[in-house]
């Protein structure tokens, strides 16, 4: 599903040189994997080289088989629509939309009819147990609630591939908990690879493979 080899994207600042190093690693369909370390350690900007959202200096990202990280700016767009979906620490919702709209609007951005669009959003805030609270704005939703939209979001386009940097950050661990117990039981049940940028405890023991990075490299397997 994703593949990264030799990931090299490195930040000089004043000497010092910072970023990620040489990083490989594979996530296949249906893993949840989680990329653990301290801050400062590189995990947001492996998320940013795996998510296309940022050029690697050196390596490749391979996504669903294919080399995609050197495509130009337009694909590797188009791909961040159509295949990957992403989940913030700060959720990221459209205040002035309701939770079912937020849904909508990456299904409406692909040219999905607004009925087909209603439809699978429906389903999908069902799914993660917010079908109740559907007409609700994220300002009238709990953090726990508004992850979950941001989860329900981030899958309706029934993507390859969900990259969440830190998603539990801005909730308590008991809503933390729940939320990554359902990215887990999603992965598996759709198949949707997920990577995770976290130091939470909660979250690395939901994983079903953990990387370490330490400045910068990945740390061997004990
Ligand atoms: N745009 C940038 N310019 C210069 N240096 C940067 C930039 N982005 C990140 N860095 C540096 O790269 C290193 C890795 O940062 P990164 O944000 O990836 O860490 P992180 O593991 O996500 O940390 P945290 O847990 O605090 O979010 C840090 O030393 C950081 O200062
Ligand atoms: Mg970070």
């Known amino acids: 599903m994703l593949e990264l080899r030799a990931i090299t994207r490195a930040y000089e600042l004043g000497g010092e040189r910072a970023g990620v190093f040489g990083v490989s690693l594979e996530v296949p369909q249906g893993c949840l994997a989680v990329i653990a370390g301290p801050s400062g350690s ?75 669009a209603l439809t699978r959003a429906e389903a999908i805030l069902e799914r993660v147990g917010l079908a109740d609270r559907g007409d609700r704005r994220p300002g009238q939703l709990s953090g726990g609630q508004q ?18 940097d830190e998603p539990t950050a801005n909730l308590d661990h008991a809503h933390g908990v729940p939320l990554m117990e359902l990215m887990s039981e999603l992965a598996r049940e759709r198949g949707t ?15 079903h493979r953990v990387f370490r990075l330490v400045d910068g490299r990945l740390a061997v397997a004990p």
């Open 193 to 207: 690879a997920f990577l995770v940028a976290s130091h939470d405890p909660a979250v690395i023991a939901q994983a």
């Open 42 to 116: 590189g995990k947001t900007t492996l998320l940013q080289v795996a998510g296309l959202l940022d050029p690697p200096d050196e390596g490749e990202v391979w996504l669903e088989g294919e080399p995609v990280s050197r495509r130009p700016e337009r694909a590797r767009c188009d791909l961040r629509l159509r295949r990957l979906g992403f989940v913030f620490q700060a959720f990221n919702l459209v205040p002035v939309l309701s939770a079912l709209e937020n849904v909508m609007l990456p299904l409406q951005l692909q040219g999905l009819p607004p009925a087909a």
């Open 147 to 164: 992850q979950r939209v941001a989860i329900a979001r981030a899958l309706a386009p029934e993507p390859a591939l969900v990259l969440a």
